[in-house]
């Protein structure tokens, strides 16, 4: 039987959580414990504050070594889970497990950080007066982590950049208190905490119960039409799609690392998708939003600043939805239709759901999750995908055009897909067809 496949699978997988969760879920912590003031305080996905000094460079420098090790680890963990997923014949169950669902919740955790670690770099960028120097530091922590930073930043470098006097003593033998607590594994103890074991189980709680709206219907209901609301048909998953149909979905863009890529293979296919883009990347991007539009795709909106909706407040709440469709009409001169909620979090909450509806909105899932988030692979990505496919005939794909492996990864799916002569639709396309049959 099932279960009994999905148990010893699912042990499998658990042993791997239970092994990396405290490292998994310290991301934020490592942010907090470094951090003088509310912005990482917790998984908090509130705007960070304007401007604020650096508390001290070894303040900076433990944050951005812990951040970057944490990824290492992440990073790992996240490639033997994608093992499992891969395979076709542990996929389903793998997807609808609890362990996926937690999985969902730490990436979530895991991105929040990230973004706050983003909001963290740039806020030095007031303080120190050399762009090459902030530069210099982000590209360290994105590539080499503490070890570089602290290996190849000499203290006249940073006393230069940031505009104080640094004894290079005091640097000299900070760096060599430092590196062995980060070359051991001593840290690791350090970041245990039970109470983000909470956040995960609670994020995935979330998780597990917004599944439930995605599934098709078993009774012979009568289906009503897809439009604005608050109740089921307020969505578009995919499973209501024509045979053979499917809609290309593109989203956290626009991005400089493949959005346009995306573009040019979806023209060379001749082949219109629907990009939900997230307000803050689209005022970071204009031109490359433009572009978008100017190919003529579909624009849809996937919040403000791609928070995990259900855990911000009321005010955030209006700026992630009614205040970025107003943007997105304001850049491009088009009203979204179509909204998606960031990891799909967040369908069965009503705030969240009478914002969407009082903006004339329909909520967009998908049945297809490339997850090409998870490996750097464009044909690991294509085959995760193509396997999904095969299983589901028709619906809604998911991708990310932020990925440096995504272009070639949908090109290799759009591929396979023209030889299965699909009809590619965008997502608003599909709703008119799919709703012209149902009353
Ligand atoms: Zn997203």
């Not at 990230?114 to 590539?143: C, G, M, W």
Request: hydrophobic content about 35%; aromatic content about 6%; overall charge positive.
């Amino acid at each position: 039987m099932k279960l009994n496949r999905l148990s010893r699978e699912e042990y499998r997988v658990g042993s791997i959580i239970r092994k990396n969760i405290f490292t998994l879920i310290s991301l934020p912590w490592a942010l907090q414990a470094c951090s003088t003031s509310a912005p990482f305080a917790t998984v908090s996905n509130s705007p960070p504050q304007a401007s604020r000094a650096i508390a001290s460079i070894s303040d900076l420098d433990q944050t951005l070594g812990q951040i970057a090790d944490t990824h290492v680890l992440a990073a790992r963990y996240l490639r033997e889970f994608d093992e499992l997923i891969k395979n076709p014949a542990t996929r389903q169950e793998a997807l609808e497990s609890e362990v996926y669902a937690r999985l969902m919740a730490i990436r979530m955790i895991r991105e929040s950080a990230v973004a706050n670690l983003e909001a963290f770099n740039q806020d030095p960028v007031k303080v120190i007066p050399s762009d090459k120097l902030q530069e210099r530091i982000q590209a360290r922590v994105e590539t080499r982590g503490l070890r570089g930073t602290l290996g190849r930043l000499t203290s006249r470098t940073l006393s230069e950049g940031l505009g104080t006097p640094i004894n290079p003593t005091e640097w000299t033998s900070l760096q060599k208190q430092l590196t062995p607590a980060i070359t051991s594994q001593n840290w690791r103890a350090q970041l245990e905490r039970p109470e983000l074991l909470d956040q995960v189980n609670e994020l995935a709680r979330a998780w597990r119960e917004d599944q439930s709206s995605r599934r098709e219907p078993q009774s012979e209901v009568k289906l009503k039409k897809i439009e604005p609301g608050t109740g089921r048909t307020g969505n578009v998953v995919g499973w209501e799609y024509p045979e053979n149909t499917w809609s290309l979905t593109f989203d956290d863009g626009p991005g400089t690392t493949s959005t346009d890529a995306v573009l040019s293979n979806l023209s060379a296919a001749g082949i219109k998708a629907t990009f939900f883009q997230v307000t803050n990347m689209l005022l970071k991007n204009t031109d490359r939003a433009s572009a978008v539009r100017e190919a003529g795709m579909e624009l849809a909106n996937h919040s403000w600043t791609h928070a995990n909706l259900p855990r911000v407040g009321q005010t955030q709440l209006q700026r992630e939805i009614r205040d970025s469709t107003a943007e997105i009409l304001r850049i491009h001169g088009v009203r979204p239709k179509l909204f998606r909620l960031p990891y799909g979090s967040g369908v069965n909450t009503p705030t969240i759901r009478s914002l969407m509806a009082g903006e004339n909105l329909v909520h967009v899932f998908w049945n297809v999750d490339t997850l090409d988030w998870q490996d750097k692979n464009s044909a690991s990505v294509a085959r995760r995908a193509i396997g999904q496919i095969t299983d589901q005939k028709k619906g809604v794909i998911l991708f990310h055009d932020v990925h440096a492996h995504t272009p070639e990864a949908a090109r290799l799916v759009i591929e396979h897909l023209k030889k299965l002569n699909t009809r590619f639709l965008t997502v608003g396309q599909a709703i008119e067809e799919i709703n012209a049959h149902r009353e």
